[in-house]
């Protein structure tokens, strides 16, 4: 799995998208930056240092009306929906974790690394890829390839839980229902059911 990592700044009006591969654009339109960022490198993990900020710059870009949205509903807009000024191209953005740009079947995830290095300050884009490739080794040794860094928690899910037939409340027989239905107390604070007391 490669790793490129990506670094954002402002300049004038414009934002600076650096890869770590060497390539930049510099641009104030957010169809060139999504471009540059949905180039296609085939099972590569896209990282950067501090999500929020990297994504700010992409932000402003947007317009008030767009980033009010994203912060609503974590997209810019539904497949199909013609009425968003981005159309085709869909956002979708969780502080922190995830920013997502997808378009004509492309789609680049972009993940920060500060999460899992904590006591590190910031370091340049070279250092942040090299972080990403040292995590991808760390987490090979534990025998976990995941295809996303959004979270320890997301990367422990898609490598290991997804993996478990672990049974659902829905496949518990109604006979063991019905006896820890039994045993339970039946004190005033345990509720059943929303809005009835047992």
């Keep these: 799995m490669r790793i490129i990592a990506y670094q954002t700044s402002t300049q004038d009006s414009k934002v600076l998208l650096q890869e ?5 654009i510099l641009s104030n339109e957010i169809e060139g930056l999504f471009g540059f960022l949905l180039e296609p490198y ?4 896209r990282v950067c240092w501090d999500l929020d900020a990297t994504v700010s710059a992409f932000l402003k870009l947007l317009g008030v009306s767009i980033c009010r949205n994203i912060r609503e509903t974590k997209r810019c807009h539904k497949k199909g929906d013609r009425s968003c000024p981005l159309h085709p191209v869909e956002v979708f953005y969780i502080p922190d974790k995830v920013f997502s ?9 972009l ?20 972080l990403g490739m040292e995590l991808l080794a760390e987490l090979k040794k534990m025998g976990l390839n995941p295809t996303k860094f959004t979270s320890p928690v997301a990367i422990y899910e898609e490598c290991v839980l ?17 006896f ?5 107390g039946k004190l005033w604070i345990e509720s059943h059911q929303i809005g009835f007391w047992g």
Aim: hydrophobic share 35%; proline share 7%; glycine share 4%.
């Design 111 to 130: 993940y920060g690394l500060e999460q899992y290095f904590p006591e590190l300050n910031e370091p340049d884009v070279k250092e942040v890829q090299l």
């Design 42 to 45: 085939d099972s590569a993990i």
């Design 20 to 24: 770590s591969t060497g390539e930049y």
């Design 162 to 178: 997804k993996n478990l037939d672990l049974p659902l409340a829905k496949d518990m027989p109604v006979e063991a229902c019905e």
């Design 180 to 184: 820890a239905w039994r045993c339970s």
């Design 101 to 109: 740009v997808s378009r004509f079947g492309l789609r680049a995830n």
